[in-house]
């Protein structure tokens, strides 16, 4: 008996391939391979997978690109575990093994695929690469980590803070802003900025982070300076306070609304892109989910 490897994200999305228990299956470019995938960011004889004892190995063929598991690319030749749950990175595809795999970062590969077809113009100059399909994958993967390691909301918000800032390289503020879920008022505000605030109410524009949770929804502003962004009120809020771009999502739970996530630039406008919407959304829904969780235990206590 033996498993399945499924190709999550690339040219051959959807195609599954047997894996037969206990054998060296090799994945590559080339058609003298198990399984090949025509992809040029992929080697020739680019990893070996193989299935036994009811886990699953792979090893590194040297290729030229790497193979990225678990947050980080792996040493070429030695075979290492992954468990099902971990996607991988070869190439421009993701691929998954087992029936579990792919399902954590759903939101993330259609939000890719759906790029992949639209080519929106503001998008074209900025689309996936190999680096970035890895840097996403591993931000979500060591949020998720962030997410089931730590039982305090403050940490975690740090944590957050931390992954966010590294993979928005260049944001100028990003702030964490937590809600009281009876009170509805603002509890706390976890943040980094680039330059120094005193007040926590600072590192952040309060009016778009309210427009965002009266809506109930992601708001973003590519450029302050545009007459066709946003609402005037709030794009007027964000000139005077010399904010060019900025991205609120709302962190809610089906029971909850447990706060924002905010980030802007304060001289770039077109800093964030549709894209980064739908990856934050992905993970203010998992943070809301595991507050909802946080507050339960505390209650049972």
Not at 166 to 182: E, K
Not at 282 to 292: H, P, Y
Request: charged share 30%.
């Amino acid at each position: 008996m033996g498993s399945r490897l499924h190709i999550l994200l690339g040219t051959d999305k959807g195609k599954v391939f047997d894996l037969e228990s206990g054998k060296a299956h090799t994945l590559g470019r080339s058609g003298d391979n198990d399984i090949q995938i025509k992809d040029k960011n992929i080697s020739r004889h680019h990893l070996k997978i193989q299935f036994k004892d009811n886990k699953y190995f792979i090893e590194d063929l040297n290729s030229k690109n790497g193979t990225f598991v678990a947050g980080r690319d792996i040493t070429p030749g030695i075979e290492v575990e992954v468990d099902e749950k971990n996607p991988i990175v070869v190439g421009m595809n993701v691929i998954g093994l087992g029936e579990g795999c792919g399902s954590w970062i759903k939101n993330f590969l259609e939000t890719v695929d759906a790029r992949s077809k639209t080519g929106e113009k503001d998008e074209v100059s900025k689309s996936y690469g190999v680096v970035e399909i890895k840097k996403n994958i591993g931000f979500i993967y060591r949020m998720n980590n962030i997410l089931t390691e730590s039982k305090d909301i403050n940490e975690i918000s740090q944590k957050m803070l931390g992954c966010i800032v590294n993979l928005f390289n260049g944001v100028d503020r990003c702030a964490i802003i937590l809600v009281d879920a009876v009170t509805k008022k603002i509890s706390n505000v976890i943040y980094q900025s680039k330059t120094p605030v005193g007040d926590p109410s600072k590192a952040y524009n309060r009016e778009l982070v309210e427009h965002a949770l009266i809506l109930n929804k992601s708001v973003m502003v590519s450029d302050s300076y545009d007459e066709f962004e946003g609402d005037g009120e709030t794009t007027k809020s964000l000139q005077i306070k010399n904010i060019r771009s900025a991205i609120c999502v709302p962190m809610n739970s089906p029971r909850h609304k447990r706060g924002a996530i905010y980030i802007d630039s304060l001289e770039k406008s077109y800093r964030f892109l549709k894209k980064d919407i739908s990856l934050l959304e992905d993970i203010s829904s998992r943070v809301a989910l595991t507050m909802d969780y946080l507050s339960l235990d505390e209650k049972l206590a």
